[in-house]
C-alpha cells in the first residue's frame, strides 16, 4: 500500500514537471516584428517512461476535441481552464484529480525522438498554428492599453498585435516632447505658376495716327517664370506604435513680378489702346496717346506682382501596411493665399496748345489689386514605403470650404499746370462703372499630390527630391478684373454703355515644380 502511494506521488510529480515545461515554452510576439514570415519552432518534451502508462495510447487520445469541455464550468466558481492532454496524463497515472492551469496547450510527447501528430487545437483564448504567421499581414498599430507614449513599447504579448478598427478601440494619443516623437523636413521649391494672359495694354507706330500698329506689352502670359520657394514640415507621433500622428506643412512660392517701362528717348511714339464707347459717338477702336513727336514727351510703365502662399495642419491615422508599405488616411485643416496686383501708368506734357494747354502734364493711373483667400477641410492620403537606404513617399489629398474673392480697383487722372493741379476719380480702364472694392465668397477645391524620394545619407537624415503641385479651382486673377473689351466711356458720368464692365472672370490657378531638402525622421 505505501509503495502504490509512492508511485503515484512520484507519477504526480513528475507531471507537474511535464505541464510547468509546457507552459515556460509558450511563444511570445514581439511588438513590431520584422517583415517576413515567422514560423513557430515546435516544442519537444523527452519524458522517462511511465510503467503504467503507453505514451503512444496518450497521443492518440490527446486528439479528440475537447470544445465543450468549457461548458463544464461552474459558472459561480472562478473559472479554470483545463488542459486535456494534462487530464489524459493523471487518467493514465492513476490520479483522480485534473490538473488546472491557465490555458495551456501542450505539443504531443515524444517516444524515441519522433514527434507524434496531432489536429491544431483551441483550448480558449490558446492557439496552436499549424500554418505560418504571415508578419506582415499583423498591424503594430493596435490599442494595447498598456503602452508607454514617451517611452519603448511595452506591449509583446500576441494579444497586442490584432489589427484593430481604423481608428482602434481606444484613442490612446497624447503630445509628448521626447525627441523621438518628432519628425519634419525642410526643402527648397522651384516652382512655376501658371500664369495669367494679359490683354494689349501698350503699343507703338510710325506716328500718331498708327500708333497701335506694333505691340510693346500685352497679348501674353506673364506671371510664370519659375520663382525659388520654401516648405517647413513639422510633426509628431501620438502613439508608441507610429500609428497616429500630426502633422504642420507652411510653405511659400515666393513673389514673381514684372515691371515695363519705356518712355520717348527709346520709342517716340508710344500710346495705350481702348475701345472708346462714349456718349454721343460710335464705339471705334482709339488710342491714348502718350508720346509722339510735335505733340508731347511721355512714359509708360506697368508693374504686376504674384505672390502665392499656404498650410494646412493634419492628423494622420494608419490605415494600411505590408510589405514595407504603409498608407495613411489624412485629415484636417487646408489654407491658401494668392494675391495679385497690377499697375498701369502714363505720364505725359504736351507740345501742342491745341491738345492741351502747352507745358501742362496729364497722369493717368489704373491699379488692380486680388485677393484669394481659401479656408476649408481636407482629407486624403499618404503612403511611404522603405527599400533598404530608400524611400518614396506620395501625398494625394483635397482642399474643400470657401474661398473668398476680392477686387478693388482704382483709376485716377491728374492734371497740372504749373503750380494749379486738378484730380479726376477716373483713369483710363478704370472709371465710374467698374471702381471700387468687390467681394464675393464661393465653395472651393484646393487638390494637391507631392511625390518625393528620398535616400538615407546620414543617421535618421534623408536627402530627398519630388516634384509638388497644388491648384485653387475658382481663382480670380489680374486678368479676370480687365474688361476684355478694353471698352471705356469717357463721358463724366456715362449715360449710355456704362463701360469697363464690373464683371468678373475667374479661372484655375495652380503651381507646380520640383523640390529638394532634408528630411530628419528619427
Excluded at 514537471?17 to 516544442?43: I, L
Excluded at 483545463?82 to 490538473?99: I, W
Excluded at 495551456?104 to 504567421?133: C, F, R, Y
Excluded at 494747354?357 to 481636407?378: K, T
Aim: with cysteine; charged share 20%; aromatic share 10%.
Amino acid at each position: 500500500m505505501k509503495m502504490n502511494h509512492v508511485m503515484t506521488a512520484i507519477a504526480a510529480a513528475l507531471t507537474m514537471v511535464f505541464v510547468m515545461a509546457s507552459n515556460a515554452a509558450a511563444q511570445v510576439r514581439t511588438k513590431r516584428p520584422d517583415r517576413g514570415v515567422y514560423q513557430p519552432e515546435p516544442t519537444v518534451f523527452k519524458l522517462q517512461p511511465v510503467n503504467v502508462v503507453d505514451l503512444k495510447t496518450i497521443a492518440a487520445k490527446s486528439s479528440r476535441p475537447i470544445a465543450n469541455q468549457a461548458k463544464k464550468t461552474n459558472r459561480d466558481q472562478p473559472i479554470r481552464r483545463v488542459s486535456h492532454q494534462a487530464t489524459v496524463l493523471h487518467q493514465a497515472a492513476g490520479l483522480s484529480e485534473p490538473v488546472f492551469d491557465q490555458s495551456i496547450a501542450l505539443d504531443p510527447p515524444v517516444t524515441s525522438g519522433v514527434v507524434v501528430n496531432a489536429e491544431p487545437q483551441i483550448i480558449e483564448n490558446s492557439i496552436i498554428h499549424d500554418q505560418p504567421i504571415e508578419m506582415s499581414d499583423v498591424s503594430s498599430c493596435d490599442d494595447c492599453g498598456g503602452c508607454d507614449l514617451c517611452g519603448p513599447a511595452a506591449c509583446d504579448g500576441i494579444g497586442c498585435d490584432s489589427m484593430g478598427g481604423l481608428w482602434g478601440s481606444k484613442p490612446d494619443v497624447g503630445l509628448c516632447f521626447a525627441p523621438d516623437q518628432w519628425f519634419g523636413s525642410m526643402e527648397v521649391l522651384l516652382m512655376v505658376r501658371s500664369g495669367d494672359f494679359f490683354p494689349v495694354l501698350a503699343t507703338t507706330g510710325a506716328d500718331a495716327n498708327n500708333a497701335d500698329d506694333t505691340v510693346l506689352f500685352g497679348n501674353e502670359t506673364m506671371f510664370d517664370d519659375g520663382t525659388a520657394g520654401g516648405r517647413l514640415t513639422l510633426g509628431t507621433w501620438l502613439d508608441a506604435s507610429q500609428c497616429r500622428s500630426m502633422v504642420l506643412r507652411l510653405w511659400s512660392a515666393t513673389e514673381d513680378d514684372f515691371s515695363f517701362d519705356v518712355d520717348d528717348n527709346s520709342v517716340a511714339v508710344l500710346g495705350r489702346p481702348f475701345f472708346d464707347v462714349s456718349d454721343g459717338i460710335t464705339p471705334t477702336d482709339e488710342v491714348n496717346i502718350v508720346a509722339a513727336p510735335g505733340q508731347s514727351n511721355g512714359a509708360i510703365s506697368i508693374q504686376g506682382t504674384s505672390d502665392v502662399y499656404g498650410g494646412d495642419f493634419s492628423l494622420r491615422q494608419f490605415w494600411y501596411g505590408r510589405y514595407g508599405g504603409t498608407v495613411d488616411f489624412i485629415y484636417g485643416y487646408q489654407y491658401m493665399r494668392l494675391d495679385e496686383s497690377l499697375n498701369i501708368s502714363t505720364r505725359s506734357q504736351s507740345l501742342d496748345a491745341a491738345i492741351a494747354p502747352l507745358g501742362s502734364v496729364i497722369a493717368i493711373e489704373d491699379d488692380f489689386d486680388v485677393e484669394n483667400s481659401f479656408h476649408g477641410g481636407q482629407f486624403g492620403i499618404a503612403s511611404h514605403y522603405q527599400e533598404g537606404c530608400w524611400s518614396f513617399d506620395m501625398l494625394a489629398k483635397f482642399g474643400f470650404g470657401s474661398l473668398r474673392r476680392q477686387v478693388e480697383r482704382t483709376g485716377v487722372t491728374t492734371t497740372s499746370i504749373g503750380v494749379a493741379t486738378a484730380v479726376d476719380p477716373n483713369g483710363l480702364l478704370v472709371r465710374s462703372t467698374n471702381a471700387g472694392k468687390t467681394t464675393d465668397h464661393t465653395f472651393g477645391w484646393v487638390p494637391e499630390l507631392d511625390l518625393t524620394l528620398g535616400y538615407r545619407r546620414f543617421p535618421a537624415y534623408d536627402i530627398t527630391v519630388g516634384y509638388h503641385i497644388i491648384a485653387m479651382t475658382d481663382a480670380l486673377q489680374v486678368s479676370g478684373t480687365i474688361d476684355p473689351d478694353l471698352a471705356s466711356n469717357l463721358s463724366d458720368p456715362p449715360t449710355g454703355t456704362q463701360a469697363p464692365s464690373p464683371a468678373l472672370r475667374f479661372d484655375t490657378f495652380y503651381v507646380h515644380g520640383v523640390h529638394f531638402g532634408l528630411r530628419y525622421s528619427y
